[in-house]
């Protein structure tokens, strides 16, 4: 089996997601690889040892405009890579993937995106979402998505696509026994640490956790904030409630699971999610999640399990669930299943046997 890994992507979860799924699938099938030579992750990706094309993109807004240019050229340069493979599989989009995508097929190569979002985030740049993606699911073979909820949006917009959906792993370079890394023990009595982690973005519900804050205990609860993005603009004032600190800097991919070890729980007060790259990292970690009932979030938690889910999008229902973190033996027993699940988060035989399957399954007919 020949498989073409395509990402040009340059941070993020994106070129971490091509490191784990390119290390399961190579004791299994010949990759190849299409990169970004402007990933943060050129060297690591390097290191696999794989046949690898490192494509020049972009590194900002400027570049993007400019390197549309290039596009013929670059386009003509992945067909050509992927010849003789049995399929392309891109790996989450990137701006330029409508572009590039519907000449594999014109070019009888099949193609399999895997597919993040099925709509733009609210708050998020939107234009040309929708061409860009009808362009992208035209292109498809198989859509290969990640939740339910975006399994279902695809196949609303592309009526007869054959989907199949993936568990969304950890894509971390994790260290053995990563669940051993987990936090430092508390002293009795002192406050349980929340942690948020990850873009700060309007549909991530910032707000809504400012909002949830001064409904918990005095005391019961410190929350690091930590990730790229207006913090101040998405909730004004929340930097200033007593045990509430906002660090408003990028995160490099090797420092995310210490960062994720210091806390006794990661909160998600999300308002919208397809689905999240947290929360497996996190339970990777052993480190159990609170999250609202967002979208794919849903599939991510067991509820009572390895986390809680608030049971409605609202501050007053995240805050319950916080709160139920400190009754006596509930966030043991969830570390706990979140360990438990620590190993599967941190394999990725399974999403590679799903695109060996795919790719020797017969096309679907057009």
Not at 83 to 105: F, M, R, Y
Not at 269 to 288: D, F, K, N, T, W
Request: charged letters at 15%; glycine letters at 8%.
């Amino acid at each position: 089996m020949k498989l073409l890994l395509w990402h040009w992507g340059r941070r993020g979860g994106g070129p971490q997601f091509v490191i784990s799924l390119a290390r399961a699938l190579a004791p299994m099938a010949e990759l190849r690889l299409s990169i970004s030579a402007q990933s943060d992750l050129l060297a690591e990706t390097r290191a696999l040892g794989l046949p690898m094309d490192e494509v020049p993109t972009y590194g900002s807004a400027l570049g993007f405009v400019t390197g549309l240019a290039r596009i013929p050229a670059l386009r003509r340069r992945l067909v050509a890579q992927a010849q003789g493979c049995d399929a392309v599989v891109s790996i989450l989009t990137h701006l330029w993937t409508p572009l590039v995508a519907p000449a594999l097929p014109a070019a009888g190569i099949r193609y399999f995106p895997i597919i993040h979002d099925a709509s733009p985030h609210p708050g998020d740049p939107a234009a040309f979402w929708g061409w860009r993606f009808s362009r992208e699911l035209a292109a498809a073979d198989t859509g290969i998505v990640l939740s339910e909820s975006v399994e279902r949006a695809v196949q609303a917009a592309r009526p007869g696509l054959p989907t199949a959906r993936m568990t969304l792993g950890a894509h971390l370079d994790l260290p053995p026994s990563a669940s051993s890394m987990a936090a430092a023990p508390r002293a009795e009595g002192a406050p349980l640490r929340l942690l948020m982690f990850g873009r700060l973005r309007a549909y991530k519900g910032l707000d809504l956790l400012r909002d949830a804050w001064p409904l918990l205990p005095p005391g019961g609860f410190t929350l690091r904030v930590v990730g790229d993005g207006p913090a101040e603009a998405l909730a004004p004032g929340f930097a200033a409630m007593p045990g509430v600190s906002i660090e408003n800097h990028w995160v490099a991919e090797a420092d995310i699971p210490g960062l994720i070890a210091q806390a006794d729980a990661l909160v998600l007060p999300y308002r919208e999610a397809s689905q999240s790259g947290v929360i497996p990292i996190a339970h990777a970690m052993g480190v159990p999640v609170v999250a609202t009932p967002a979208g794919g979030l849903t599939e991510q938690v067991n509820h009572g399990q390895d986390g809680l889910l608030a049971e409605a999008i609202t501050a007053e229902a995240l805050a319950a669930a916080l709160n139920t973190l400190l009754t006596p033996e509930v966030l043991p027993r969830l570390a706990a299943g979140a360990k438990a699940r620590s190993a599967a988060m941190a394999d990725w035989h399974e999403q590679a046997m799903l695109l060996l399957r795919l790719a020797a399954s017969p096309a679907p007919r057009t």
